[in-house]
């Protein structure tokens, strides 16, 4: 079984930097690709970044320029790195774990950790 908690979500101003963890745990399993979405009021969730076992990764077009993700160096926790925020920025923020080799879905979702940008 694979546990997924995010934290590192809160309150920031615009302009401000953040950044969100995604602790992975659980045995029995190899981790293929672990992606970072975003959940906004009245918006359909959306991919933020991704990276894969080899260490690529991969953003939303519109989000590259301030987004990062990385991982830790035994890989067991995922960073998304957050610069510049925006007010439509504001989402809870979910990290997810595909533990299958070239799969289109991920396997396991985290429960979020909310971001909110606010003066």
């Known amino acids: 079984q694979v546990q997924l908690v995010e934290s590192g979500g809160g309150m920031v101003e615009p302009g401000g930097s953040r950044r969100l963890s995604c602790a992975i745990s659980g045995s029995g399993f190899n981790i293929f690709a672990v992606g970072w979405y975003r959940r906004a009021p009245g918006r359909q969730r959306e991919l933020v970044a991704a990276i894969n076992g080899d260490g690529e990764t991969q953003y939303s077009d519109l989000l590259r320029a301030r987004f990062s993700i990385s991982r830790s160096d035994v890989g067991n926790t995922v960073y998304l790195d957050a610069r510049g925020l925006l007010l439509e920025d504001t989402a809870v923020y979910l990290c997810?774990?595909?533990?299958?080799?070239?799969?289109?879905?991920?396997?396991?979702w985290g429960q979020g950790t909310q971001v909110t940008v606010s003066s």
């Open positions: 997810a774990v595909s533990v299958r080799p070239y799969a289109r879905t991920y396997d396991y």
